[in-house]
């Protein structure tokens, strides 16, 4: 099965907040309670992202997070490579070092590139802005407790990041 990490599925959701109100600035309490994702996920996200240059940070009373661009500059692929790498679905499509013992003679290793680059051609054509379209305005989230227990974060599952 192919699947998102949780850290850029849940990063997804706390930018898709920070889309909905483009130029304003969120402290990181805000974001965690508005999209029930922990505060340490969000602390996580919000380091990775900033770092990334998808966020930027102010300090102050009115400080917190805002988006670097419009959501509409912003990819999906960006977001994702962001918090988890690279996207690669096997070690031979990812630019970084193979561990594949048999990558030189496999049959199948330009298929995958191209697999792969689809894939990434595809996250790179939706903007953080397409994401966001069809929340209906004033929708909130789920009590958090619905999917996993307060404070609790769950493994990290088999991503479409770094292989």
Do not use: F
Not at 23 to 30: E, Q
Not at 80 to 93: F, H, N, R, V
């Amino acid at each position: 099965m192919i699947r998102l990490s949780r850290l850029s599925d849940y990063g997804i959701v706390v930018l898709s907040r920070l889309a909905r109100e483009p130029g304003r600035a969120l402290p990181a309490s805000t974001l965690a309670r508005s999209t029930a994702v922990s505060a340490a996920m969000t602390g996580k996200i919000l380091k990775l992202l900033t770092r990334a240059e998808l966020l930027v940070s102010q300090r102050g009373v009115h400080g917190g997070y805002a988006l670097a661009r419009s959501p509409e500059a912003i990819t999906v692929a960006e977001i994702i490579e962001a918090l988890d790498g690279p996207i690669a679905l096997t070690t031979c499509a990812d630019t970084g070092p193979h561990d594949c013992g048999i990558e030189s003679l496999c049959p199948a290793r330009d298929g995958w590139r191209r697999i792969n680059r689809a894939i990434r051609d595809a996250l790179a054509g939706i903007t953080l802005a397409d994401m966001v379209r069809s929340v209906p305005e004033g929708a909130t989230p789920p009590p958090s407790t619905t999917s996993r227990p307060a404070g609790r974060e769950p493994a990290p599952a088999a991503t479409i990041g770094a292989g």
